[in-house]
Structure formats: structure tokens, C-alpha cells
């Protein structure tokens, strides 16, 4: 079964730091490009990073400079670092294939920053 688990979000304070994860199974991990999404409340979700098996990783404006993502392909896994966080940074965080497939999307983890 084709699925992916997102963990590490949680309460913190402006200027701090998160890790986020993604364990990925069921599916050749190494040759998708992955990302990671984000979901504020009223808003659409949007695509915050993004990271090729081949080319550099990429990252919206709204985030350059903050988070890094990056991956362990030995461990299917994809990481958001997510520094200096924001409180416009508070949304549910999702990890998913670029572009996404509508049958991996998880529950997500809450990211809620305070000011």
C-alpha cells in the first residue's frame, strides 16, 4: 500500500525552529520528485519545497532562506527544517510527489506558530 506519514509539527514560538518528516512506503521513493505542501486555515494549499533526485532544490519565496528540504532515499524519507519560523507559517503541513497525487495526501502535521 502506497502511503505517506507526516510527523514533527507542533507548537512553537516566533524565531524557533521545527523538523518536519515524511516516511514514504509503497512507493520507488528515490525518482519522485517530493514536496512539501501546506494548508493555512481559508487558504489553498500551496507548495513550499520541492527536491529532485537531479537538480537543485527549490523553495517559495515565502520560505527562502528559512527551511531546507531535504532526503534519505536509504530511509524513504523527505525532511522539511524549518527555521525562523514565522506566525504566517502556521498551516498543516503535507508531504507529497511534485506534482502531487491525489491518493497520497495524509493527514498532515500541525505546525502553529505563536507570536
Known amino acids: 500500500q502506497v502511503q505517506l506519514v507526516e510527523s514533527g509539527g507542533g507548537l512553537v514560538q516566533s524565531g524557533g525552529s521545527l523538523r518536519l518528516s515524511c516516511a514514504a512506503s509503497?512507493?520507488?521513493?528515490?525518482?519522485?520528485?517530493m514536496g512539501w505542501y501546506r494548508q493555512a486555515p481559508g487558504k489553498q494549499r500551496e507548495l513550499v519545497a520541492t527536491i529532485f533526485s537531479t537538480v537543485p532544490t527549490n523553495y517559495a519565496d515565502s520560505v527562502k532562506g528559512r527551511f531546507t528540504i531535504s532526503r534519505d532515499n536509504a530511509k524513504n524519507t523527505v525532511y522539511l527544517q524549518m527555521n525562523s519560523l514565522k506566525p504566517e507559517d502556521t498551516a498543516v503541513y503535507y508531504c507529497?510527489?511534485?506534482?502531487?497525487?491525489?491518493?497520497?495526501w495524509g493527514q498532515g502535521t500541525q505546525v502553529t506558530v505563536s507570536s
Open positions: 509503497g512507493i520507488i521513493f528515490s525518482i519522485n520528485p
Open positions: 507529497n510527489t511534485v506534482p502531487p497525487r491525489g491518493t497520497l
